[in-house]
């Protein structure tokens, strides 16, 4: 037997899921600033999630680029990596990017 009655599903997109991802770097990075994000994609298919690249700061005074993916249906952030910055990679960042912390 099947039902005619469409699924109920949430409605997760592209705005309604900024606020729970911000909330979830802010808790996972609090104490961390400043930063800076470098790009931001919302992913509906296969998703919904987000993946961010921030700029912050890393060990012994350097900067890093670190990549973290959301899932907005589980509400999980899953740390993607890290890379050291250059000075002028980090610079152009600073100048053409969002800062957030």
Sequence with gaps: YMSSLPLALPEWG??????DLEQMLA???AGVAPMWIVEEQYIAVPGPIWRITLALPALQGQWAQRRYR???????LYFAGEQPLSEAAFADIRRTSRRIA
């Design 27 to 29: 808790t996972v990075l």
């Design 14 to 19: 592209l705005e309604a899921s900024r606020p």
């Design 70 to 76: 959301y899932d907005i249906a589980s509400q999980t």
